[in-house]
């Protein structure tokens, strides 16, 4: 009997322990991957271009206003050329003010980016009206269903597509047709490298001849929460192909952040809140 109470004492140290870790220190604790991409397609100009990616921040949940202080100085330290986001900015369950949205957009707008900062919708983005102002103020472009282009220093450029999130069912293929109009324009000279922004990554399988270089996505979170030697233990509608980190899809690098908020439960474990780094490199 003595030994069956020091296990069940033992188990719910443990367990506290566990909860305490995954719902105050890991989900504060932002990691920074960074990755080299290598490639021919890559000239002079853009060798080293660096792209800081970020993505579901889930604004209003665990993450509040010093932590976005907090999360662009890292971004800043960097010297980005460009900074990306690939979604969920706010929290479906943030009740959004006029101050909160003006708040949200002044810290945006500190986000330093030589060559510009881009911006797609979540899921959760669709819920609120404000979104378009506070990306707009914050100093982003919104590359929903769009394209642009980015020079560095020379007449080569590359192709920065974005489709907003696919939870309204309505398929990749319409939501990419201006980009892929824009593509189809060249016969030569067209750009020499080709991304595309999107939030949910298994819908990259719905691209016909895939034409990007490179996709950056989110929504997944990484799982959220891990088991060693199992993996993820709950995987999102739109995300349960490509769930963490990097694949290569035929010619196409998709690289799936696993975000900094938190969504549907406030806990993560074995699964630290990231941003991503990719330095283009000349091969």
Known sequence: MSKII???????????????????????????HEYNIKS?????????????????????????KQDLKKLINKINNFEPDIVVF????????????????????????????????????GNNDLKFDEWENIITNGGFINLNNNYDTIYNNGYDFLLLGGVSSLKDKESIINKNQKTENFLNSFEKNGPIYKILLMHEPDYIDQLKNNPYDLVLAGHAMGGTVKIPFIGPVYTK???????????KINNT??????????????FRFLNTPSFNIYRLIQK
Do not use: Q
């Open 237 to 247: 509608e739109g995300a349960k192909k490509y769930v963490d980190g990097h694949y």
């Open 86 to 121: 690939t979604g969920d900015l706010i929290d479906k369950d943030t009740k959004m003010t006029t101050t909160k949205a003006t708040k949200i957009s002044e810290e945006l707008n500190k986000i330093s980016a030589t060559n510009g900062k881009y911006i797609i919708s």
């Open 40 to 64: 021919e397609k890559i000239t002079e100009n853009f060798n080293g271009f660096k792209i800081v990616h970020v993505t579901d921040i889930h604004y209003g949940r665990v993450f509040n």
């Open 253 to 266: 690098d998709l690289y799936v952040s696993n975000g900094i908020g938190l969504s549907k439960y406030n």
């Open 6 to 32: 020091k296990f069940i004492f033992f188990l719910i140290i443990l367990t506290g322990g566990i909860y305490l870790y995954g719902t105050k220190i890991e989900i504060k604790n932002i990691k920074v």
